[in-house]
């Protein structure tokens, strides 16, 4: 029964809780933060939910972070920004502030329906 509790307790974890009323969505431009004008900002409830359950579903890879430059940033809440990285079939997201933890996305077909 403890083993079971410190494994559940370990992979809570491994996924960011996220929340937010509002996503910003901006062309990379930096590790440091974002500028410009957003490519989109999204306030229903339904579009804010899939972009934050598709972060906090995330399963952080170990090892070292070596990556190339991300496709979007994400600011939740015009304060707390993600770096996301997007292909056809899955992606990976990184916290700004957390430039050495990497998470994989898995599926992201609901997100580029909003940003395509």
């Not at 960011?16 to 440091?32: E, K, L, M, N």
């Not at 906090?56 to 170990?62: D, N, V």
């Not at 990184?94 to 940003?115: F, N, R």
């Amino acid at each position: 029964m403890r083993l079971l509790l410190v494994i559940a307790l370990l992979l809570a974890g491994c996924s960011p809780d996220i929340r937010a009323d509002q996503i910003a969505v901006y062309s990379f431009t930096s590790f440091h933060g974002w500028g410009g004008d957003p490519v989109i900002v999204l306030e229903d409830e339904e579009a804010v939910n899939t972009f934050t359950e598709t972060l906090s579903e995330g399963s952080r890879l170990s090892g070292a972070v070596d990556v190339v430059e991300p496709d979007w940033t994400v600011v939740l809440d015009g304060k707390d920004a993600w770096h996301l990285w997007l292909d056809d079939e899955n992606g990976s997201a990184m916290h700004a502030d957390d430039t050495h933890t990497l998470y994989e996305v898995g599926s992201t077909d609901d997100i580029q329906a909003y940003l395509l």
